[in-house]
């Protein structure tokens, strides 16, 4: 068969011209190989069909019984294959067990572990019918996007799972990350943390209120934490973040179960090796909560942008009984930058209001009253430290936006969460490490 496929090839090359018939001729050695390697697959897969004797463990402790061999359709990166396997019958929990589809990671299910990463990939990184396009292009498969859709979303859930329970054992000490390589520890590390919102369809959405003038919610918030670690800095005295450095965790829940996923993150990243933990957040008490408990020894800071963001919006809030509000605006603003934050307070409050007004400045200066320890910039600045928010804020656009708030789309909240774990392991560089939990726990299970 062969050289029969290489004749046939060769006559085909004989007979192309222009770039037109160099790309028919492309396709037709691809869809060759492909179709040769499939072949090779079947051939070498179906040399053992998985049968272990005549009596197998079912899995629950019952003796299952070998029936027969019985073909399964298995969708590879090489295309479609037939696999014969050794099919056992447990009577006392009434189910079937096939040693094989274990062993294959395809237990359940009709796609290989390598064909499901490829798919989860691409549908992680594009809208699924333009990843299922993308795929059956450059592969040469015949998918179609719903079942691309179902398949990364699920290694997505597992995915999560995985790491939920794995962040369990970290925390509860059954568990302990390998610490870094010794004599290479960087200087500091960074957790920066933000919520950003994500479309939601309308039943996800029910009975939460919004911020639209309707007063509904269109959108529910996922958590994001970046962390990354520090070296050095440039030679004006900026930190600089060190390359490839960045890690991610994500999640649709709550801050108490936000919480231990970060804290074992930080864990993985060297945090009870590194000299110096750092916080950044924008100043939400959940952040604070959340670092108060689990990172009590690290230094917290709130991101500079917000604090200034607040800042005008107080001076705007005084602007019409300030003689001067852009000079008033201007020293405030310098007073932030030098951490004198008890300046800012004083200036605010010797401007005796009333009424609605009072009650607005009350909570515009309970802000900086209670995160003036988060806003001693010129000493952060002075020790090296980042005082900005800047890597998680760009991740809420490139890890979470980029795929999950384009136009048009809606989403349910555990598809979400499924993409936006693989968007994370993507983003974090543990792919294929990510992989590996998924098929060890399929092989496993």
């Not at 760009?394 to 969460?417: D, E, T, Y």
Request: overall charge negative; aromatic content about 6%.
């Amino acid at each position: 068969m062969f050289a029969a496929e290489v004749d046939r090839l060769a006559e085909l090359a004989a007979a192309a011209s222009g770039a037109d018939g160099a790309v028919e001729l492309e396709i037709a050695i691809r869809t060759a190989m492909l179709s040769l390697g499939a072949e090779l697959l079947q051939g070498l897969l179906a040399a053992d069909a998985g049968h272990r004797g005549q009596v197998v463990d079912c899995g629950a402790g019952h003796d299952a019984q070998f029936v027969s061999y019985r073909d399964k359709k298995i969708d590879t990166v090489l295309g479609s294959i037939t696999l014969p396997r050794a099919y056992y019958h447990c009577p006392a929990c009434g189910c079937g067990v096939v040693p094989r589809d274990t062993e294959l990671g395809i237990a359940g299910a009709s796609l290989t572990p390598g064909l499901r990463a490829m798919m989860a990939h691409a549908g992680a990184a594009l809208p699924f019918a333009r990843a299922t396009a993308l795929v059956n292009q450059c592969a040469g498969l015949h998918l179609n996007a719903r079942r691309l859709a179902r398949s990364a979303e699920a290694d997505g859930t597992r995915l999560a799972e995985i790491n939920v329970a794995e962040a369990q054992a970290i925390n509860r000490g059954r568990l302990t990350p390998l610490p870094p390589p010794a004599g290479d520890l960087p200087d500091k590390l960074y957790i920066e943390i933000d919520g950003t919102g994500v479309p939601m369809r309308p039943d996800q959405v029910t009975d939460r209120a919004g911020k639209g003038a309707d007063g509904r919610a269109r959108t529910r918030e996922i958590k994001l934490a970046c962390l990354f670690t520090q070296t050095r800095c440039d030679d004006d005295g900026r930190p600089v973040r060190d390359g490839d450095s960045s890690s991610y965790v994500a999640t649709f829940d709550p801050a108490a179960d936000f919480a231990p996923l970060v804290a074992a993150e930080a864990r993985r990243r060297g945090a009870d090796h590194i000299r110096q933990l750092i916080v950044i957040g924008d100043g939400a008490k959940w952040i604070w909560n959340l670092a108060g408990e689990r990172f009590g020894e690290a230094t917290q800071i709130v991101d500079l942008y917000h604090a200034r963001e607040h800042l005008h919006d107080l001076a705007d809030h005084l602007a019409f009984i300030t003689p001067d509000p852009a000079r008033w605006r201007a020293d405030r603003l310098k007073e932030l930058d030098d951490g004198d934050i008890t300046a800012i307070i004083d200036a605010a409050r010797a401007y005796p209001l009333i009424g609605v007004k009072a009650t607005e400045l009350d909570t515009k200066i309970g802000y900086f009253e209670a995160n003036a320890h988060r806003m001693n910039y010129a000493h952060f600045r002075d020790l090296g430290m980042s005082i900005g928010s800047g890597a998680v804020e760009g991740a809420c656009k490139s890890v979470i936006g980029a795929r999950l708030k384009q136009s048009g789309m809606r989403w349910a909240v555990p598809g979400a969460h499924a993409i936006a774990e693989l968007r994370c392991q993507d983003a974090s560089g543990s792919w294929d490490a990510a992989y590996n939990k998924i098929n060890n726990q399929t092989r496993a299970g």
